[in-house]
């Protein structure tokens, strides 16, 4: 079977396209924005990707088109599928009629942490022999790819509240009908698609109602906009985590003060100690959630524990770029919602010390071009000692206009990608600390970072 896939180079939509090549089938696509790491690793797929969107590029004729939610009426793509009478189906729908259907599926829902949160369960399953299949929506550090066919019958889907696709405005999760649901948090986003924070309930509850009565639901009982929406109604035994022993939890975490260590505690009892080498109170509460999960599919904790020792974060997620000899670091971070800068900022300055932190922001996310959350985001960008905000395009406000909310912060505005480059290069100093946040290539920021950095050190 020939399947054309639109906006094949979004993170889920290029997970699926391995997945649909790995099952034999022929594989190409089109996107209007082919860069790394989902073009890379769909060349090495020989998976053909087009440029832009053409009537030309359905020729010759697929068998199906799967459609990304990128895509709209007035795509020229889309006229000429709709045109041609090409049959057609969402991404989420062909996943669940291909792969989910016959496995066990474990959904990872919630407004941050998804990515890495799933990456987390796919690498504990293999690692404890259960070759889990998955679906991410990054590339895992531990696996190189963003999608696989698993030989055991455990299926890791990252479930995306984002819609479905031009035809299906519900969100993507709803297709995965999961075993066992794991919701990370639950925060205002997507301010194009919903209205409100209750918008977004409406649509995680839709995903409760799928979970099957011998199922389990694995939440964040620190979340109180998640307790909400389960008061609406659940018909699932549930499991709660949380980071503070007060709490009426089933899971908790305990760390002593230091970063590299924490304990596992289930109903009371410590059922083992992780060991790593991660930064970021974040990156513990998505471990306890990967563990309460892994123990719901019969991997001990202990073992689920030991495995994170290994985990490596999926690309992007405080991504460590280069060091140089005199000390400075830049990372790349896929942060695009004020609450992931600030957990990612506030990671990086207990890291940093007393050296300096450059947070580099491209508000690219429609939430952010909105402007829905400026006062998160002053509070977000505190961390840092000097913010660099791009000016982008269609933006709904003025980034100098949080200047006079971050006193302690050196804010600064550019308005070109190059300008940053050069603000950054002529203020650096040993041993700052450099991130750059976007949910897109940011222009090609990091590779122009990275070369000059590399020629500022040579000889």
Known sequence: VHLHVLGICGTFMGGLALLARNKGHKVSGSDSNPYPPMSTLLAEHNIEVSPGYRASHLSPRPDLVVVGNALSRGNEEVEAMLQQRLPYTSGPEWLYANILKKQKVVAVAGTHGKTTTSAMLAHILD????????????VPGNFGVSARHGSGDIF?????????????????????????????????DHADIFNSIEDIKKQFHHLIRTVPPDGLIITNGDDPD???????????????????????????LVHDGRHEQFRIMYR???????????????NQTNALAAIAAANALGVSSASACATLASFKLPARRLELVIQTPDGVQLYDDFAHHPTAIRVTLDALRARAGRNRLIAIIEPRSNTMKQGHPLATLCHAIKAADIAIILRAAHLDWDPGSLAPHVEHTTLQVCDEVSDIAETVMNQILPNDTIVTMSNGSFGGLRTQLLNRLRNRVKP
């Open 127 to 138: 690692q404890c022999g259960l070759a889990p299949g998955f679906l991410i929506g990054g």
């Open 156 to 188: 890791v889907v990252e479930a995306d509240e984002y819609d479905t696709a031009f035809f299906d405005k519900r969100s993507k999760f709803v297709h995965y009908h999961p075993d066992v649901a794991v919701f990370n948090n639950l925060e205002f």
């Open 226 to 252: 998640l307790e909400h929406t389960l008061s609406a109604g659940y018909w699932t035994p549930i499991e709660r985590f949380s980071c503070d022993t007060r709490s009426n939890c089933e899971w908790h």
């Open 268 to 282: 009371g009892e410590e059922h083992g100690t992780v060991n790593w080498h991660l930064i970021g109170a974040h």
